[in-house]
């Protein structure tokens, strides 16, 4: 069953450098590398710069996981600890 992932990354204002090359990383990194990836598309708001999205959708929730538990998404998560106001990940089925 294919999963989207829909991730808001909202980075503390001086943080916003390191959280936007670390989520560009990511983004490269997972697109390039990850089994069951089908897209990973990165997005920055066009007014409020410190809002990003990710919109992903993966081929089953078990490769999910592997992204996750990967060393990159962990690589990430320990470079961006405590840049970020807001990280909420919403995880989402198709409907129509």
Do not use: R
């Amino acid at each position: 069953m294919a999963l989207t992932i829909v991730a808001t990354i909202k980075a503390k204002a001086d943080q916003l450098d390191l959280v936007k090359s670390e989520l560009v990383k990511l983004a490269e990194t997972t697109n390039a590398q990850d089994e069951g990836c089908i897209n990973y598309n990165l997005h920055q708001d066009n007014t409020a710069e410190a809002l990003f999205v990710v919109y992903e959708n993966w081929a089953s929730p078990e490769l999910l996981q592997q992204h996750i538990d990967s060393d990159h998404f962990q690589a990430f998560m320990k470079a961006t600890e405590g840049a970020t106001e807001e990280f909420t990940v919403n995880e989402m089925t198709q409907i129509a």
